[in-house]
């Protein structure tokens, strides 16, 4: 039963221009998500979080937005880069859990030069 | 700090083997998580450790079992391997509380002929 869904498994953008990769979540009680980016041959690296009492969260080019009541979240890089290329997973966590995290089948972003 | 760090990065294995495979956490950590990533299906929790002790649980067979040991390392065994257990084997560890991040190492990729 996948709890978080990543509905596009691929993204392709220029650079320079926005990536906008999208989450949505089935169960309620999920009250903290993460982004994580993966490469090749290594493991995945936290990238960003927000937990459930905001509905965005910026880190430098990147900010996470979340729609409680829709039950979605999403990741905005802007401007996107070269090295942005990876895989990115989204993935949530609460005390219904107990710490475990739940992650979606990631989205595999490509950013043309 | 070192980072996780999981051995060994490589494996093959023929069906009806077993297989052991080790973690060792971010020193400090407490709780080490497994996960099986396969394409399309993102990562899989298969489960976590904390202080020694199975705090959660996924939902794999029984073949898949691990343990933690008093220094917080961790192992996970595979037994009687079928060919769909050919996958990437990611540890992550984190303090252990509500809500900590976690931190993955670059995973043990396994093959079952």
Known sequence: DQQVKQNSPSLSVQEGRISILNCDYTNSMFDYFLWYKKYPAEGPTFLISISSIKDKNEDGRFTVF??????HLSLHIVP??????????CAASGTSNDYKLSFGAGTTVTVRA | KAGVTQTPR????????QVTLSCSPISGHRSVSWYQQTPGQGLQFLFEYFS????????????????????????????????GDSALYLCASSLGGENNEQFFGPGTRLTVL
């Open chain 1, 66 to 71: 979340l729609n409680k009541s829709a039950k």
């Open chain 1, 80 to 89: 996107s880069q070269p090295g942005d290329s990876a895989v990115y997973f």
């Open chain 2, 10 to 17: 490589y494996l093959i294995k023929t069906r009806g083997q």
């Open chain 2, 52 to 83: 020694e002790t199975q705090r959660n649980k996924g939902n794999f067979p029984g073949r898949f079992s691990g343990r933690q040991f008093s220094n917080s390392r961790s192992e996970m065994n595979v037994s009687t391997l079928e060919l």
